[in-house]
C-alpha cells in the first residue's frame, strides 16, 4: 500500500506533529486505509509500513503512528474504528492535549539506534513553568507509573540534546521510612526527622520509548545530580545533600544508576503505610543513594536544621 502523494493543490497542513506536516492529501490516504481496516491495530500497522515509520529495531513505530491518528480523531479529521477497549468499562481514554514550550515529541525518525551519537551538547535543566504541563503529559503517557501530583518541596527537569527532548526527571522529598538508608547515613529517628528535608528522591525517570542513545541515562542523571542541590537552595531556600531512589528490580535493573556512581543499598521491604497500618503486598525496590556533598553523612547528621 502506498501513501498519496501531496501534490500542488494541496492547502497547508492541518497538522505538524513532531516534524512531520500532515496534508490533506494523508487525510485522504488514511480515511481509506482506515475504511478497509476493522480493528487499530490494523490501521496502524499500515500506516507504518506506506510511511516508513519504523523503530531503530526494525519494528513498526506503533506508538507513534497511534499517537497521530488520534490527535487527528480528536479535531475530527477522521474516525479510528471503535477501540475493543470501550466495552463495558466506560469510555476509552482520550488522547492528552498537545504539548506547550520546547517539551515536544522528538522527530519520526528515533534518536540514536545504532548510530554513535555525541552527548556532548546535552543539556540538563529545570523545566519553566508554562513546561509543567507538559512534562506531566509525558510522564503520564510513558512512564509505567504515569503521573501522581507531587506535593510538597520538588524539581521537575528535562534533558534536551541537540534541541530535543531526551529524557525527564522529577524530584521530590524523601522517603519517611527506609532502614538501609538511615544505617548508610548514621541516622537516629529524630535526627532523622529534622534532617530529611536534606534528601532528594528521584522519583520519575523517563527516557522516552523512541530515544536510544548509548549512556544517555548515566550521563544524564550526572548532569543533574551536579546542579540538583544548587537549584533546591534556588526553588526551596535550603540545599540537599543526598539523592535516592528506589528501582522496581522486577522491571529494571538500574544499571544506569549504577553507571552513574550510585551506591546500591539493598532492599526495602515492600510495604507501604496506609494511615496506621503497613501493607505487604507491594514488590521490594533496590535502594540506590548518591552523595551531593563531600561529607553528605556528616552533613546529615551534625548539620544544622
Known amino acids: ?149 507531587l506535593v510538597g518541596e520538588h524539581l521537575l527537569y528535562a534533558a534536551m540534546l541537540d534541541g530535543e527532548l531526551v529524557a525527564l526527571l522529577g524530584w521530590a522529598s524523601a522517603a519517611l521510612h527506609v532502614p538501609a538508608r538511615e544505617r548508610y547515613v548514621g541516622w537516629e529517628e529524630e535526627t532523622k526527622r529534622r534532617r530529611l528535608r536534606f534528601v532528594a528522591n528521584n522519583v520519575r525517570f523517563l527516557i522516552p520509548p523512541w530515544v536510544r542513545v548509548k549512556c544517555l541515562a548515566s550521563k544524564v542523571l550526572g548532569h543533574c545530580l551536579r546542579r540538583l542541590s544548587q537549584d533546591w537552595q534556588a526553588a526551596w531556600g535550603h540545599p540537599v545533600h543526598l539523592a535516592e531512589t528506589f528501582v522496581d528490580t522486577a522491571r529494571f535493573e538500574g544499571t544506569c544508576y549504577r553507571a552513574a556512581n550510585w551506591t546500591y543499598l539493598g532492599q526495602t521491604a515492600g510495604r507501604t503505610k496506609r494511615g496506621n497500618d503497613y501493607s505487604y503486598n507491594h514488590a521490594p525496590k533496590a535502594v540506590f543513594v548518591y552523595p551531593l556533598q563531600r561529607h553528605a553523612c556528616r552533613l546529615l547528621r551534625e548539620g544544622e536544621s
Open 1 to 149: 500500500m502506498e501513501a498519496t502523494p501531496r501534490t500542488p493543490k494541496d492547502h497547508g497542513p492541518v497538522l505538524r506533529y513532531r516534524s512531520r506536516e500532515i496534508y490533506p492529501a494523508d487525510l485522504e490516504f488514511l480515511g481509506s486505509t482506515i475504511a478497509n481496516c476493522k480493528i487499530r491495530k490494523e490501521v496502524y500497522l499500515k500506516v507504518c509500513e506506506a510511511w516508513g515509520w519504523r523503530q531503530a529495531n526494525g519494528a513498526p513505530s506503533i506508538v507513534a503512528c497511534q499517537d497521530l491518528l488520534l490527535r487527528l480523531e480528536e479535531r475530527g479529521h477522521l474516525r479510528l474504528p471503535v477501540s475493543r477497549k470501550a466495552g463495558g468499562r466506560g469510555p476509552v481514554r482520550r488522547l492528552l492535549p498537545e504539548l506547550p514550550g520546547e517539551l515536544v515529541p522528538l522527530s519520526w525518525i528515533p534518536v540514536g539506534g545504532d548510530d554513535e551519537i555525541s552527548l556532548a551538547s546535552l543539556v540538563v535543566r529545570p523545566i519553566a513553568p508554562e513546561e509543567r504541563a507538559g512534562w506531566r503529559l509525558f510522564i503520564d503517557r510513558y512512564h509505567y507509573l504515569g503521573h501522581r501530583p
